[in-house]
């Protein structure tokens, strides 16, 4: 099994930056692509960035230019650097990691860890 746990949330004023990070612990050899979603109240989970095992990116276009996406493959570690945020990045972030072991999951996922943006 793999376990993810984010760290590194809070409240913050608009315009400041946040760096988020996942811990991967258990079978993180097995573990391909990770991500970080964000969801608020009352909507669906969204992407915010994703990071392949090679090291390919890609990012929401409302983060875009702002967020930084990066990976440590032997710490089994994950960030998401936060600059210039706004009210609107305001949600809960989770961290998401692909299994690629047949024995396990095919996906897992984090706690999740609050980032409130004041205005």
């Known amino acids: 099994q793999v376990q993810l746990e984010e760290s590194g949330g809070g409240l913050v004023q608009a315009g400041d930056s946040l760096r988020l990070s996942c811990t991967a612990s258990g079978d993180t050899i097995c573990i391909s692509d990770m991500a970080w ?35 440590d493959h032997d710490k089994g570690m994950m960030y998401l650097q936060m600059n210039s945020l706004k009210p609107e990045d305001t949600a809960v972030y989770y961290c998401h990691a692909d299994s690629q072991c047949p ?11 609050q980032v409130t943006v004041s205005s």
């Open 37 to 71: 979603y964000r969801q608020v109240p009352g909507k669906e989970r969204e992407l915010v960035a994703g990071i392949t095992e090679w090291g390919n990116k890609n990012y929401a276009d409302s983060v875009e230019g702002r967020f930084t996406i990066s990976r």
């Open 103 to 113: 024995l396990l999951e095919d996906h897992y996922w984090g706690q999740g860890t």
